[in-house]
């Protein structure tokens, strides 16, 4: 591979203490409430569809098979867990956006990218034992909209609502959040909410930049990451509109001709904590400073030219797959209440799937499969 960027550290990063972890009384409580609604999305949309599809994240825009290199000569602290011996690996990448039903894609929504590596070794996450893959699932944010587990249960509960009422009307109701999330960022602000409901600028999904919005551990460190489209071809998709032509699934369709041409390239970059009280674990909503301490690559990821979404993938990937934060390594274990509370519900949300579609989940294993 060429040109590939050199990492540097420049910040002394924190060690992570099992102290920087708070947990609430009621944190199982809020945890089991957490689980019920996203069930309660699966059993409408299940249904009305007659298919499983996830609570959250539904519907996907591109399935994509690729390779991953870890860069060599990573500075030691940077070389951690799935980054800790340079290499290149399988990967498996799923775009999504973020309701629970399946939605025309005129009704704009926050996205997401859900990153399987294929072929990771050390101590595994529990529940993930005997597999040999790593998990990043990441939005298009830097913070998540809830500061915790309460308040997220709290959104939740009021997109549960919305769930299967009268598509038309949310497409509406889409164009009009639009309007008001553009004016709110007009005045400099910008409203997770709004944007959850419909209000996302009609953007390329593949000039997209992704985040874990939420900290794991990295190593002794803790850390949040990102992958950034580094290629060209995918830059210049950036903020770009995209118009749907009436077409219910012009995401999946403009990613689809995207990689009928051309392949992708992205940096997986990683920001190391170094101050507890500016880049805190318990509150998922804050945005860690960058001038504090900026991203680092320490990886890349190359696609091929391939077909990105095809039957045979979603029968792999869609109904085949489940991308988890607690897939994975010790060494990157999930901190924090989001991340705690997000093992019992992708758990039941993925089983709710297999036992509906009659698909067990397979976990890849490193050798390239057959396709
Ligand atoms: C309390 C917080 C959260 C809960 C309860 C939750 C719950 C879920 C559930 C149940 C699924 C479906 C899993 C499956 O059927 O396989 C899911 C998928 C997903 N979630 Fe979350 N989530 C939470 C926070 C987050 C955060 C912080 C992010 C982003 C950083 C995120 C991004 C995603 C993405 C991208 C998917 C789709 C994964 C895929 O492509 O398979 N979620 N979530």
Redesign the pocket.
């Known amino acids: 591979m060429t040109d590939l960027p050199v990492a540097h550290l420049a910040v002394v990063p924190l060690p992570f203490e099992p102290s920087f972890e708070v947990i609430p009384e009621d944190e199982a409580e809020t945890s089991k409430e ?2 019920e609604t ?1 069930h309660s999305i699966l059993e409408t949309t299940f249904k009305d569809e007659g298919h499983a599809n ?4 539904a519907k ?1 825009h591109g399935l994509l098979r690729g390779r991953i290199t870890v860069l060599d000569s990573l500075a030691p602290q940077l070389a951690q867990g799935a980054f800790a011996k340079p290499g290149t690996l399988p990967v498996v990448m ?1 775009f ?1 956006t ?1 309701p629970g039903d399946i939605l025309d894609d005129k009704v704009s929504t926050p996205r ?3 990153l399987k590596i294929v072929g990771v070794e050390g101590p595994r996450l529990p529940g993930s034992d005997g597999d040999l893959t790593q998990d990043f ?3 298009n ?1 830097k913070a ?1 909209t ?1 500061a915790n ?1 309460k308040a ?1 249960l709290r959104t ?1 509960k009021l997109l549960a609502k919305t769930t299967d009422k009268a598509p038309g009307m949310k497409k509406a109701f889409s164009a009009l959040l639009r309007g008001v999330e553009s004016t709110i960022e007009a005045m400099g602000g910008e409203s997770g909410t709004l944007k959850s409901l419909g209000g996302h600028p009609q953007t390329h999904i593949l000039g997209e930049s992704f ?4 900290p794991f551990l990295y190593g002794p460190y803790f850390a949040k990451l990102s992958i950034v489209p580094v290629a060209e071809s995918l830059t210049v998709l950036t903020d770009k509109h995209v118009d749907f032509e009436g077409n219910p699934d012009g995401l999946r369709k403009a990613v689809s001709d995207y990689f009928a041409r051309q392949g992708g390239a992205w940096d997986v970059r990683i920001q190391l904590a170094t101050d507890l009280d500016r880049m805190p674990i318990e509150d ?1 909503s804050v945005v860690w400073p960058e001038d504090l301490s900026p991203y680092v690559t320490v990886a890349r990821i190359e696609v091929e030219p391939q077909t990105s979404w095809s039957e045979q993938s979603v029968r792999e990937i869609d109904d085949g ?4 934060p607690w897939h994975g390594l010790q060494a990157h274990r999930p901190l924090g209440g ?1 991340m705690r ?2 093992k019992p ?2 758990e ?3 089983g ?2 297999a036992e509906h579609n009659g698909c067990p989940m397979h976990e890849p294993l490193p050798v390239p499969e057959s396709r």
Do not use: D, E, I, K
Not at 54 to 57: C, F, K, L, N
Not at 321 to 324: E, G, I, N, R
């Open positions: 957490l689980a996203l996830r609570s959250v994240h996907s799923r999504s973020n997401g990218l859900a699932v990441m939005q944010a998540f809830a587990p997220f939740l985040n874990t919005v939420v998922a797959m489940a991308f988890s989001v509370v997000r519900s992708y039941m949300s993925s709710f799937r």
